[in-house]
């Protein structure tokens, strides 16, 4: 069975100042994991994927994350955060079998401040 | 469009009435998949489709959720005798493929609330 896990569900930082949200995962096999975004009455888009390439993966608008086995991590980082990066994001895993369907954690809601 | 398209946007109905949302993934992509988002639940699998074949139904939470895909192209999630838990917002995203490399990409959801 595969589960993410994020933990904090609220995280604030001063603008300019480093993003790290936070994802552990769960997964019998090799997983596939994904980080997105959602800005208010929106629906998720897609930051970055890790599909078993590169362990490090760059995303859109500047952000990063980073595919660690030996601590089955798979944390969100954007160097200098922006006003407009403010918005809840989502990790989820697939264990890209059967329907694929992803399980998404609860979620972190980043708020930037001026 | 370019992307997926849910209609409609928002939906308030009376509890005990039927509700049917509707979804248009990206042309070209034969799988598609709905979810819910809910405060306290997260965001839950409800129903897969793939191309033709049977749809993957095991998320659906109870026998008056239902949902159909005519061939690669739109589908809809039918909700009947509607209760004040099925308030949430319900997604829908298509992909390419089934592959696990095949990323999602998800409408901007129906917001549905029970009175």
């Known amino acids: 069975a595969q589960s993410v896990t994020q933990l904090g569900s609220h995280v604030s930082v001063s603008e300019g100042a480093l993003v790290l949200l936070r994802c552990n995962y769960s997964?019998?096999?090799?997983?596939?994991l994904f980080w997105y975004v959602q800005y208010p009455n929106q629906g998720l888009q897609l930051l970055l994927k890790?599909?078993?390439?590169?362990?490090l993966v760059k995303g859109i608008n500047g952000f990063e994350a980073e595919f660690k086995k030996s601590e089955t991590s798979f944390h969100l980082t954007k160097p200098s955060a922006h006003m407009s990066d403010a918005a809840e994001y989502f990790c989820?895993?697939?264990?890209?079998?059967?329907?694929?369907?992803?399980?998404f954690g609860t979620g972190t809601r980043l708020t930037v401040i001026p | 469009g370019a992307g997926v398209s849910q209609s409609p946007s928002n939906k308030v109905t009376e509890k005990g009435k039927d509700v049917e949302l509707r979804c248009d993934p990206i042309?070209?992509?034969?799988?598609l998949y709905w979810y819910r988002q809910s405060l306290g639940q997260g965001l839950e699998f409800l129903i897969y489709?793939?191309?033709?074949?049977?749809?993957?139904k095991s998320g659906l939470p109870s026998d008056r959720f239902s949902a159909e895909r005519t061939g690669e192209s739109v589908s809809t999630l039918t909700i009947q005798r509607t209760q004040q838990e099925d308030s949430a917002v319900y997604l829908c995203?298509?992909?390419?493929?089934?592959?696990?490399?095949?990323?999602?990409?998800f409408g901007d959801g129906t917001r549905l609330s029970i009175l």
């Open positions: 995203a298509s992909s390419a493929g089934q592959g696990g490399n095949q990323p999602q990409h």
């Open positions: 489709f793939q191309g033709n074949s049977a749809p993957d």
């Open positions: 042309s070209g992509h034969t799988a």
């Open positions: 890790y599909t078993s390439a590169a362990t």
């Open positions: 997964s019998s096999v090799p997983p596939y």
């Open positions: 989820a895993v697939s264990d890209g079998t059967g329907a694929n369907n992803l399980f």
